[in-house]
């Protein structure tokens, strides 16, 4: 199975704050890489598919970027609603891993 | 609109089987892969396996298979986890989710039902 980790585990931050995620992959994915948001008590939420695609409706604050092993999800100026957990998940091949996660949390 | 319905939660003792349901609708059921996700109390999400109900062809992560059974029944665009014998371990949510595919090769999971809730417990 391709590992994929996440940094920071967890982030404190204020709203207006830009804020990246980092995601490695222990081997090369290419681009095929998701981000995605939960919030508690929720379904998680598709925001950032092929590393660098904005999907459908999520606000462009939100980008992605990189390929290959390394990848960031970057937040530009904090919302409140933005914070809650971010994952990525590779999709190179099955099983189509998850990162552990990024709890966004308010400073 | 296309929507995910996922069965409600359920409490179950350890060793009895469990079948939980995910029914699709506002799409071409039978044209796109379901996915199965895990995610035990407090902790990240899991990949468990896929099924095409065009087809029912299945995958499952090494970490699930044998573990459970991933199913469908296109007639009534519906997906399925079960498990045969279940532990006090298998206690989490359970999400479905559609998978879309963005080139060849390259999936994310795009639409996800409200999830099902599964309690193990004496």
């Known amino acids: 199975d391709i590992q994929m980790t996440q940094s920071p585990s967890s982030l404190s931050a204020s709203v207006g704050d830009r804020v990246t995620i980092t995601c490695r992959a222990s081997?090369?994915?290419?681009?095929?890489l998701n981000w995605y948001q939960q919030k508690p008590g929720k379904a998680p939420k598709l925001l950032i598919y092929?590393?660098?695609s904005l999907q459908s409706g999520v606000p462009s604050r939100f980008s992605g970027s990189g390929s290959g092993t390394d990848f960031t999800l970057t937040i530009s100026s904090l919302q409140p609603e933005d914070f809650a957990t971010y994952y990525c998940q590779q999709s190179y091949s099955t099983p189509h891993t998850f990162g552990q996660g990024t709890r966004l949390e308010i400073k | 609109e296309v929507q995910l319905v996922q069965s409600g939660a359920e409490v179950k003792k350890p060793g009895e089987s469990l079948k939980i349901s995910c029914k699709g609708s506002?799409?071409?059921?039978?044209?796109?892969?379901i996915g199965w996700v895990r995610q035990m109390p407090g902790k990240g999400l899991e990949w468990m396996g896929i099924?095409?109900?065009?087809?029912?062809?299945?995958r499952y992560s090494p970490s699930f298979q044998g573990q459970v059974t991933i199913s469908a029944d296109k007639s009534i665009s519906t997906a399925y986890l079960q498990w045969s014998s279940l532990k006090a371990s298998d206690t989490a949510m359970y999400y479905c989710?559609?998978?879309?595919?963005?080139?060849?090769?390259?999936?994310?999971?795009?639409?996800w039902g409200q999830g099902t809730m599964v309690t193990v417990s004496s």
């Open positions: 989710a559609r998978r879309i595919m963005i080139t060849f090769g390259d999936h994310a999971f795009d639409i």
């Open positions: 092929a590393a660098s």
């Open positions: 081997q090369s994915i290419s681009s095929y």
């Open positions: 506002g799409y071409s059921f039978t044209s796109y892969w």
């Open positions: 099924i095409y109900p065009g087809d029912s062809d299945t």
